[in-house]
C-alpha cells in the first residue's frame, strides 16, 4: 500500500505514533536533546487507557522545545542557510499542530500533516535533487528519481504504519528504533551542512 493508504487505514494510536515518529525524526531542527519526546512515546506505550496524559505531555514538550527564536538566522550571513531554515519553521509548524485531543479525525490530520512536513525537510536538506514536483507524488506510490533522503524517509515512514499495523503497540518499540535511526541521519545532514558554511 501506499503511505496515503496507510495513514488512512491506521488507528488513533497508530497515527499518534506515526507523527510523533515524523517529529521525532526532526528534532535535531528544533533544538532538543534526543529523550524529549520520550515522555509521548511512553504514553502511547500504555496498554490500558493509553494516552491518558497525552495532552498534559504535548504542552510540555511544547514548553521545553518550542523556545522563541529557534529558528531565527534562516538565510542571513553568519545565520541557518535558506534549507535549513525552511526546514526548521516545518518542524516547528509540526509541534505546534500536535492535537491534545486523541480524537481519530484530529490525529489523522496531523499525522498526514506530519509526513508531508518530514518528507519536504528531508527534500529541502538533501544534497541531490528529488526528480518529484513535490511529495505528493512519493506519499501516493510515485518512487522513481527519488533522492536518497527523500527515500530514505518515506521508507520509514511506510516501515512504521506497517509495523504498528501488524503488531499494535508491540511495534512501538521498533517503531521507536526506526524514528531513532532518521533522527540520527537527520542530525549528521545537519551537522554536515553547518560544516560545509564554515
Given at each position: 500500500m501506499s503511505l496515503v493508504e496507510l495513514i488512512a487505514q491506521a488507528?488513533?494510536?497508530?497515527?499518534?505514533a506515526s507523527g510523533l515518529a515524523c517529529l521525532d525524526r526532526c528534532v535535531p531542527l528544533l533544538g532538543g536533546d534526543?529523550?524529549?519526546?520520550?515522555?509521548?512515546?511512553?504514553s502511547l506505550a500504555e496498554s490500558e487507557g493509553w494516552g491518558e496524559?497525552?495532552?498534559e505531555r504535548v504542552e510540555q514538550a511544547r514548553a521545553k522545545l518550542d523556545v522563541p527564536g529557534v529558528g531565527a538566522g534562516a538565510g542571513v550571513p553568519g545565520g541557518r542557510g535558506?534549507?535549513?531554515g525552511e526546514a526548521s519553521v516545518l518542524a516547528?509548524?509540526?509541534?505546534?499542530?500536535?492535537?491534545?485531543?486523541?480524537?481519530?479525525?484530529?490525529?489523522?490530520e496531523w499525522a498526514d500533516a506530519c509526513s508531508v512536513a518530514a518528507l519536504q525537510i528531508h527534500r529541502l536538506l538533501?544534497?541531490?535533487?528529488?526528480?518529484?514536483?513535490?511529495?505528493?507524488?512519493?506519499r501516493e506510490g510515485r518512487t522513481q528519481d527519488m533522492s536518497p533522503l527523500v527515500?530514505?524517509?518515506?521508507?520509514?515512514?511506510i516501515a512504521i504504519l506497517e509495523v504498528l499495523s501488524a503488531h499494535g503497540p508491540a511495534g512501538l518499540r521498533q517503531a521507536l528504533a526506526l524514528s531513532t535511526e532518521g533522527r540520527r541521519v537527520l542530525r549528521a545532514v545537519v551537522s554536515r551542512r553547518a560544516r560545509g558554511r564554515v
Open positions: 488507528d488513533e494510536r497508530g497515527l499518534a534526543d529523550e524529549i519526546l520520550r515522555p509521548l512515546w511512553a496524559d497525552w495532552g535558506f534549507a535549513e516547528h509548524r509540526m509541534l505546534g499542530a500536535v492535537p491534545v485531543d486523541r480524537g481519530a479525525g484530529n490525529l489523522r538533501d544534497a541531490a535533487s528529488d526528480g518529484a514536483s513535490s511529495v505528493t507524488a512519493r527515500a530514505a524517509e518515506l521508507r520509514r515512514q
